[in-house]
């Protein structure tokens, strides 16, 4: 199937704004009922030979791994102050009796390894993109802290994950959204140039792309002072429907 749109000064190939339907197939559909997500995620455990997770009782401590699993994607597009953020994850971890696990990951790591990660986290926090699918299988009563970079708005794309772990019924996810370019470290001079598009208005192509390729610089202290009231909560059992935000505005 291929890519229609047209052309405009300044904009070169912009799709046309139809909610990627035609991009979209509709043969084959998962179910994404929270009973057919938790089995998905028991025979992914079983397929990659780890041990089946314990389950959760809501407002129950959850017996699960206190490690903040710190991840990357290997490549462009990384976190650009990782250190600092590496740090600040100590210092929220160690007073709750937690540690903190920094983990680069490329796309192409063995199913096996990324599972075993995940199986071993209670705090996942990671930059959007493909690796936070790997986040449904988590152990339940485990939580996401997912870091949205400028510009990844367009058609709502930024909750595509939130949405996943929500029909899991038994995830935490929540957000932190870079609202300002100087979050941004873009990768060339000619990518900088779609610094100053609003989220409505960057769904060309390549300012989507420029974005995504974008090193992304995280703001440590309004991380930091989420995590010291969401860590808390989520180590004595608190509920999904009780700790539940809603969505970062990326405005």
Not at 49 to 75: K, Y
Request: aromatic fraction near 10%; hydrophobic fraction near 45%.
């Amino acid at each position: 199937m291929g890519i229609s749109g047209y052309r405009v000064p300044g904009h070169g190939d912009v799709w046309t704004k139809d909610g990627c339907q035609r991009f979209v197939s509709s043969h084959w559909r998962l179910p994404a009922s929270k009973d057919a997500m938790q089995s998905f995620r028991r025979a992914a455990y079983t397929a990659a030979q780890w041990p089946l997770p314990r389950s959760w009782a809501r407002e129950t401590p959850p017996r699960l791994p206190r490690v903040i699993r710190f991840v990357w994607e290997m490549g462009e597009g990384g976190i650009e102050n990782k250190d600092e953020v590496i740090k600040m994850l100590w210092e929220v971890a160690l007073p709750l009796d937690w540690r903190v696990r920094p983990l680069g990951l490329t796309l192409m790591a063995p199913f096996a390894s990324q599972l075993s990660s995940m199986a071993q986290t209670g705090l996942l926090v990671v930059r959007h993109g493909p690796l936070v699918a790997n986040a449904i299988f988590l152990p339940p009563g485990a939580a996401v802290f997912e870091l949205i970079p400028y510009n990844c708005e367009w058609a709502g794309m930024s909750e595509m994950y939130a949405n996943m772990t929500q029909a899991c019924g038994d995830l935490h996810h929540f957000a932190w959204t870079a609202r300002d370019r100087k979050w941004a470290a873009y990768a060339s001079e000619a990518d900088g140039r779609y610094a100053n598009w609003t989220s409505d208005e960057c769904w060309a192509k390549e300012c989507l792309v420029a974005h995504e390729r974008a090193g992304m610089i995280v703001d440590v202290d309004a991380v930091r002072s989420a995590l010291e009231v969401i860590l808390p909560k989520v180590s004595e059992g608190a509920s999904i429907e009780r700790l539940r935000q809603p969505w970062p505005d990326a405005k």
